[in-house]
């Protein structure tokens, strides 16, 4: 079993803090799932976890089985197995979704090892076919032209193909009608196993009606202000987040 | 011929036997070399460029191609041409027509030597009929002088031929001068694709590439050009290209810039009837102190006419580029289409990219666009990739790819994109 550990973080963008000292624990095998309003530093969690080079990690620690991950680039956290679905995935003009995937997979052989082609059509084949993605966008510049739905069906197709043992969602429900939703639902539940750790990080409660998490993490402030099981989402729904605002915080590990 | 034998490329127009016209012609355009001056800084058609690089006094003639020339080609040969055509140090070594359908047609596809013999008329009309407006007049009157590899290239009446004819100009030598020389006419509704490199054996060797060529569209006509530039790293390096399109017809040329120290491309289109097109494309990849100079004119004499220019480079170490463009729209041609566009993607602080785009439009009712961008890698776009596992290296590698592959992939053949596609990843 592999864990993340993230311990009393606290993150700047442009001398700005914006997470405040957040702890969280997750273990391959478990789906947790971040919730929070606009503003209480979701998206800064998944970016600071990829090493996006403008978050600034003043305080804290991210361990990834016992190691921290924070000097190391982002090539390399995603060759050690943490993976980030993006809220906006970019588009990299005249890159082949096919050979931008190529590439990513490439990163991970040995010096000298060739990927294997053949081998590596099959298995896109197969998962673009799970996510409903049609063969001709193996020849589309990456992300370019997709519609909102499609861009995000393609990052689950990435984190199909590189297998990683923790994968952070970044809002990937947002914009997704329902089924969109349920396409891309459909494909991380197949990923979903004992070998992966996963992190939902969503504003709203409907993507866990698809993606079924075992802990539920509730955000505000750059902190996680109340933990629990899948019902936490649910009440959640129901009363709002002004209702913890209306709360004391209170500091809670996760497990 | 040796070595010691070799004589100055300034000792005056050669002697070759061809017609009298011929001979006139490029007695005059001796004198016409030698009356033009040299490019100045302070000419405003040589504006930022080196014209240092252009002094002439140590060329020599090239001499013979010792060693394999065809061993210099064939890692660089399309795989299905319909013809192909090898010159080593301006001698023919090779020319072949694929398909004997071709021929039967009344395809001509052969040496600018045996064309003066056999089809001096169609030549005499066409040879270098458009002056070198964009500077480069001295160097081109300097090609018509001395000219002698060259290729001439015919397609009749409503042939279309799929597979793209291929010549390589192979250059050996130090100090060695070639004029590789290109002429192809595209008779009413015919289609045709030239594919055409120019290579060094030695990536040191100092040289002189002066090169012309020639398209002339009829009526309904479709031609592509392609020139792959891959001359030595010590060479100077000029192209001057004229595009002359008829009603209805659609050119498309498309420069790619590897080789060279100092490379100068003119490019000019003229859309002298209604309905002509012309797609003009070039990505250069620049390197240490390499200097690619550009100078396009896009010149819409005719109603309803359309050209399209999208110029990329990719600029790494000290290198330096020069774009200068004008979209000329001449009076009476109304509802002109013009769009002109450059990048430049900056993968060093230390490079230089220079863009003057120009505008002069004497019509009304036309849609003209230009821009000119300058930009370094997205930090977003690099952080996506690299987020994938993808290193710094390979990251910026990957984008400039992309960068330069969106040119390409303006080609309406998919197969010769996809192998200018290899070539361009093989030299990156």
Redesign the interface.
């Known amino acids: 079993m592999s864990s993340i550990v993230i311990d009393d973080l606290h993150v700047s963008v442009a001398d700005k803090e914006i997470i405040q000292g957040l702890s969280l624990e997750f273990s391959t095998g478990e789906i947790h799932a971040v919730m929070g309003p606009n503003g209480s530093g979701k998206s800064t969690l998944a970016k600071v976890m990829?090493?996006?080079?403008d978050y600034q990690v003043t305080r804290g620690e991210i361990l990834m089985d016992g190691v921290s991950i924070l000097e190391m680039?982002?090539?390399e956290?995603?060759?050690r197995g943490l993976?980030?679905a993006?809220q906006y995935?970019?588009?990299?003009?005249?890159?082949s979704n096919a050979?931008?995937l190529r590439?990513?997979l490439q990163?991970?052989l040995p010096e000298g090892e060739e990927l294997d082609a053949i081998e590596f059509y099959q298995r896109l084949y197969q998962k673009m076919d799970l996510l409903d993605i049609r063969r001709e966008f193996t020849g589309r510049?990456v992300n370019e032209g997709f519609s909102g739905g499609e861009k995000k069906r393609n990052e689950i197709l990435?984190l199909a193909m590189?297998e990683p043992t923790f994968a952070v969602l970044d809002e990937t429900d947002s914009g997704l009608d329902i089924d969109a939703l349920k396409v891309v639902a459909k494909g991380v539940n197949t990923i979903c196993g004992p070998g992966i750790g996963i992190l939902l990080i969503t504003h709203y409660q409907r993507l866990l009606n698809y993606i079924v998490p075992d802990f539920v993490h509730v955000m505000s402030e750059g902190r996680i202000v109340r933990s629990g099981g899948k019902e936490l989402a649910l009440e959640l729904e129901s009363k709002g987040y002004d209702w913890l605002k209306a709360r004391k915080p209170e500091t809670v590990g996760a497990n | 011929m040796t070595s010691t034998e070799l004589s100055s490329i300034l000792s005056g127009p050669r002697q070759s036997p061809a017609p009298d016209w011929f001979r006139e012609l490029q007695a005059k355009a001796w004198e016409e070399f030698e009356a033009e001056p040299f490019p100045a800084r302070g000419n405003e058609l040589w504006r930022f460029s080196s014209v240092k690089n252009l002094a002439l006094d140590d060329y020599v003639a090239a001499p013979v191609f010792s060693g394999d020339p065809l061993s210099l080609a064939r890692p660089r040969q399309f795989p299905e041409p319909a013809g192909r055509m090898i010159f080593a140090n301006e001698s023919l070594v090779r020319a072949e027509l694929f398909s004997p359908a071709l021929e039967s047609a009344g395809v001509i596809f052969t040496t600018l030597a045996d064309a003066l013999e056999k089809h001096s008329d169609r030549l005499r009309e066409h040879f270098m009929a458009q002056s070198a407006r964009l500077g480069s007049a001295k160097f081109a009157a300097l090609h018509k002088a001395v000219v002698q590899a060259g290729t001439f290239l015919w397609i009749p009446r409503g042939v279309e031929v799929r597979n793209p004819f291929e010549v390589f100009h192979l250059v050996q030598g130090d100090w060695a001068a070639v004029f590789p020389h290109t002429l192809i006419i595209a008779e009413d509704n015919s289609q045709v694709t030239m594919l055409e490199h120019f290579v060094s054996s030695n990536p040191d060797e100092r040289g002189l590439g002066c090169a012309v060529n020639d398209l002339v569209l009829k009526p309904g006509s479709k031609l592509n050009y392609i020139g792959v530039q891959e001359w030595s790293r010590n060479f100077v390096s000029i192209q001057v290209n004229s595009t002359v399109a008829q009603k209805d017809s659609a050119a498309l040329n498309l420069a790619l810039n590897f080789g060279g120290k100092y490379s100068r491309l003119e490019s000019v289109s003229r859309m002298i009837q209604s309905g002509a097109r012309s797609d003009m494309l070039a990505i250069s990849v620049a390197r240490d102190e390499q200097e690619f100079d550009q100078r396009t004119l896009q010149d819409h004499q005719m109603p309803d006419t359309t050209s399209d220019l999208l110029y990329k480079n990719a600029l790494h170490d000290r290198s330096r580029t020069i774009f200068s463009g004008l979209i000329k729209v001449e009076p009476g041609a109304h509802r002109t289409d013009a769009y002109q566009k450059v990048r430049n993607l900056l993968l060093s602080d230390d490079a230089e990219a220079n863009s003057m785009p120009g505008l002069e439009i004497l019509a009304d009712d036309v849609r003209c666009t230009h821009g000119a961008t300058s930009g370094q890698v997205?930090?977003?776009?690099l952080?996506?990739?690299?987020?994938?596992?993808?290193?710094?290296l390979?990251?910026k590698r990957?984008?400039a790819?992309?960068?330069?592959?969106?040119v390409v992939?303006r080609l309406p053949e998919e197969r010769l994109s996809e192998y200018l596609h290899q070539q361009i990843e093989a030299r990156l």
């Open positions: 990829a090493g996006h080079p680039e982002p090539d956290r995603s060759r993976f980030m993006f995935p970019m588009e990299i003009p005249g890159v050979n931008f590439a990513a990163a991970r510049a990435q590189l | 997205e930090p977003e776009e952080f996506y990739l690299k987020s994938r596992g993808i290193n710094d390979s990251a990957l984008i790819r992309g960068f330069l592959n969106e992939d």
